[in-house]
């Protein structure tokens, strides 16, 4: 039963890293290489601001602020740049974080790492136990799905997608393209800083090396698997993925073998990727050539 | 209404507009005509912003507009279409007509949580607009179908009511009836004939010259980045200039 909880909480968590990528990759056509960045300044920012007894409401909103305006700096610049050298850019943002996490050792400790880590009390409540943990995850990711779904649907979201289809046209029919992709941006970075923040308060340790880029391949992934640019696309890739992930971590092998195990995790999301590629590039959910607006019907 | 002053643009040596200088005043639908690779293109770039100029300045309604960016061209009311169609293949039919008005409140994020109702307000009257237009073209019956899912014709006929969606005071085409059959282009032209009726302002890039004759008051003519005559369409025609250029006689 905890092994389960463990599960879902882990998918959960995972659905709202997804979901924030699947904002700037699906919809705007970001292809943001550096995403992990803002879950490691989430979980960094929280769990700093919690040892030092901030109170829980407070450091997440601190931390949240963090990763938007870390989104926001990285944003000015970068989406300056066409397509493929934003991602360069975004790569490289991402592996600086990471460095940032590792030396400055009077801020974070360096790779020794964050232990001991609070779990969370909001409102004078403690989410200790797995279940209420579960919970807590719970609301969190329901409450980010939803307020995606709205932005998605709403003409603020038509014109993310407009941008990631023809940018020209989008900007000749009187958008600003640049400021468009800024929100998305900052949004998407916000959002991942919530995924970290209560990563760090589940896992209650963290440490430089949780924040690489085989993060940022792993939730690339999901939105891939899942269908980038549906709404339910990186929730089913979340289950799939941390699922698969997560139940490796748990199998029983002979002691001599153990050591392939990560290795061996890499070489099957790297295939999958692949395979994925060649066979069903958009995703096991696809975009519906319907699609609902805000509170009208375009019926029939 | 439009006013385009000694303007500039060279690519590398190559002088794609020189001094090149006219003036739209009250013609409803003007032409631009010249050979390949004459500056037509280049000319509707720097007029919306897509490329800057070198020299000259552009006036639109008394204001200076070159400088200023592509959105904010549109904003100011000049919207133009492409040379090649420019629509957003993977949105249906119906949200690329709902994309084009300008300021749609609901684009602000912040105005998602505080003015729900009047974004709804607003979709609705967007919405019956949008379906009246793509009625008048013929796309009723696939408004819910991705746009890729058109034939190119049809992609052209969406680029074109999709500008109306926009509210602008003057709208550029760049080769409306390229690359579609005879009677699409028959559509076409009655369409642009409609909408100079209900007031809209036209400057047409456009090869076939039934086409401009037909439906221009007014035509510039360009060659080698420069205008070489302008005047109604019946004497450009016989214009040994123009006959020069085009036949290089």
Known sequence: ?300 | MLELKQVNKSFGGIRAVSDCSLEIKSYRITGLIGPNGSGKTTLFNLMTGFLPLDHGEIFFKGKRIDGFLPHQIAEFGIVRTFQLARIFPKMTVLENMLLAPPRQIGEKLVSLWLKGKRIREEERKNLKKALTLIEIVGLSHLKNQFAANLSYGQQKLLELVRILMAEPQMILLDEPTAGINPSLIRKMMELILKMRDAGKVFFIIEHNMDVVIELCDWVFVLDNGQKIAEGKPEAIQNDPRVIEAYLGV
């Open chain 1, 1 to 300: 039963m905890d092994l389960f909880l463990h599960l879902c909480i882990m998918i959960l968590i995972y659905i709202i890293f997804a979901l924030s990528l699947n904002l700037e990759l699906g919809y705007t056509g970001l292809f943001n290489f550096g995403h992990v960045a803002f879950f490691g300044m989430g979980a960094y920012a929280s769990a700093l601001f919690t040892l030092h007894h901030v109170p829980f409401e407070l450091a997440l909103l601190i931390s949240l602020a963090i990763a938007g305006g870390g989104g926001f700096l990285l944003s000015l610049p970068s989406l300056r740049l066409r397509g493929d050298y934003f991602g360069i850019a975004t790569l490289g943002f991402g592996e600086i974080i990471r460095i940032i996490f590792q030396n400055e050792v009077w801020l974070t400790k360096g790779p020794m790492g964050l232990p001991g880590i609070s779990k969370p009390t909001l409102f004078s409540y403690r989410f200790t136990t797995l279940p209420q943990y579960f919970i807590l995850a719970l609301v969190f990711s329901i409450l980010s799905f939803f307020i995606l779904r709205m932005v998605i649907r709403s003409p603020f979201g038509r014109v993310l997608r407009a941008i990631r289809e023809d940018e020209i046209a989008t900007e000749a029919l009187g958008k600003n393209v640049f400021r468009f992709r800024v929100k998305s941006f900052v949004t998407g970075s916000i959002l991942a800083g919530l995924a970290g923040a209560l990563w760090g308060h589940y896992t209650t340790f963290i440490s430089p090396s949780d924040f690489t880029l085989s993060e940022t391949i792993l939730v690339l992934l999901i939105v891939v698997l899942g269908g980038k640019g549906t709404e339910w696309g990186p929730v089913l890739g979340a289950i799939l993925l941390i699922f698969f992930q997560e139940s490796l971590r748990f199998l029983r092998l002979p002691a001599e073998y153990t050591r392939y195990l990560a290795p061996l995790q890499q070489m099957i999301f790297g295939t999958l990727l692949i395979l994925l590629m060649i066979f069903r590039p958009e995703g096991i959910l696809r975009e519906k050539g319907k699609t609902k607006n805000v509170g009208i019907e375009t019926g029939q």
